[in-house]
């Protein structure tokens, strides 16, 4: 099992900063990928950003340029630091992992959701 405890999030203006982060622990070996998803009132959850343990990271096209997802694997935590935030971006972010176990195939976890929401 894998708990993560999701913190950051709230509102913000357009055009304001927000800073959300994800801690995993649970008897893992490793957590393979570490990301963030949103969902919007009345819109499938949709993909924000993951990066892989040696760091290499990934977002969906429309927050590129604008936000910047890390990782400290010490502490098992993904952080996602969003810029230049728009009314759209206002959603339920949701943490993911993805977390290897000993005898174990990987294994996907999910997190609580925090609440971001940008006023126009």
């Known amino acids: 099992q894998v708990q993560l405890v999701e913190s950051g999030g709230g509102l913000v203006q357009t055009g304001g900063s927000l800073r959300i982060s994800c801690a995993a622990s649970?008897?893992?070996?490793?957590?393979?990928?570490m990301g963030w998803y949103r969902q919007a009132p009345g819109k499938q959850r949709e993909l924000v950003a993951v990066v892989t343990s040696d760091g290499r990271p990934n977002y969906v096209d429309s927050v590129k340029e604008r936000f910047t997802i890390s990782r400290d694997n010490a502490k098992n935590t993904v952080f996602l630091q969003m810029n230049s935030l728009k009314p759209e971006d206002t959603a339920v972010y949701y943490c993911?992992?993805?977390?290897?176990?000993?005898?174990?195939?990987?294994?996907?976890?999910w997190g609580q959701g925090t609440q971001v929401t940008v006023s126009s």
């Open positions: 993911n992992v993805i977390a290897m176990f000993q005898g174990v195939g990987p294994l996907q976890y």
């Open positions: 649970g008897r893992f070996i490793s957590i393979k990928v």
